[in-house]
């Protein structure tokens, strides 16, 4: 399995930070993925179904590296080895703790463990008695992974909110809202992710999104939004929209609403 790599993880109390580092602020993200504004309708299925088609396109990729970056954050929790010293990690009071994990890179067999050649995942992680703080933040330095035979780059800046108070060994359940920001990601040479990209995992029930999809925020014309969700292994999913959630047959191109109401949808390529 390539993914076996150097991890570097350092904490350290409040006090001993000097001044706390001020995660992004994620408010306004947050907001917009719990409460879309717009009525859905056969129009605006169709208005949004390029970006829906570009979106998915890339997510489908994108979710192994999602499964690395999470991995990242779990080796706080961890007592692995690592090819650097480093302290025992007790996230006990107030403080933060910040994660290094050099990429594999591109070969078969894996290349040696090479931070400058291979890139890496910089992450900080804030904590407090309650749990993680919100927001986790931090991003990918030129970090090339093979994975399933496909060589992915990834760089930019990454702000992950993880909920309010949540407990590290609970982030496997928990919702994750990503933030890219300055963001490039390559699959084979090719860019499918070029500037901001944002996007929910959604897992389970704290949240208004469906457990087991990922969801796209997605702006209509008019200014208003539709939360687009997708079990990107079976091709189900649908919209969350002003009026409700919308489950769709994109088999047949319908969507149905809890009250029965029906609307037509173009033929998604998903």
């Known amino acids: 399995m390539r993914w076996s790599l150097l991890l570097v993880v350092a904490a350290c109390t409040a006090e001993e930070a000097g001044t706390k580092p001020e995660p992004p602020d994620m408010r ?23 970006l829906i088609e570009n979106k998915v396109g890339a997510l489908l990729d994108f979710d192994a590296i999602v499964d690395r970056i999470q991995t990242t954050i779990l080796a706080l929790e961890e007592d692995g080895q690592s090819f650097a010293p480093r302290r025992a990690i007790v ?9 290094q994990r050099i990429c594999t890179g591109f ?29 986790v933040f931090g991003g990918a330095i030129d970090c090339k ?43 084979n040479g090719t860019n499918l992710i070029s500037g901001g990209f944002d996007f929910e995992v959604c897992r389970g029930e704290t949240t208004a999104c469906v457990p087991g999809h990922v969801g796209v925020l997605l702006a209509l014309g008019d200014g208003t939004t539709l939360v687009f969700f997708i079990d990107l292994t079976t091709k189900t999913g649908g919209f969350r929209a ?29």
Request: hydrophobic share 40%.
């Open 107 to 135: 070969g078969d067999p894996a290349p040696p463990i090479d931070k400058d050649a291979n890139g890496f995942l910089d992450l900080t992680v804030g904590y407090s008695n309650d749990g993680l703080d919100s927001v």
């Open 242 to 270: 002003a009026d409700g959630v919308w489950t769709c047959d994109f088999t047949n191109d319908v969507c149905t609403n809890e009250s029965g109401a029906v609307a037509t949808i173009p033929e998604y390529q998903l």
């Open 91 to 99: 996230l006990e009071g107030e403080g933060v703790a910040r994660i």
């Open 145 to 187: 992974e093979e994975i399933s035979g496909k060589q992915m780059q990834v760089a930019g800046d990454v702000h992950l909110f993880v909920g309010e108070g949540t407990d590290i060994g609970d982030l496997t359940s928990t919702t994750f809202l990503f933030e890219l920001a300055n963001f490039e990601f390559d699959v």
């Open 28 to 50: 306004a993200l947050i907001a917009s993925y719990a409460a879309p504004t717009a009525t859905f309708d056969s129009q605006g299925a169709i208005e949004v179904q390029q």
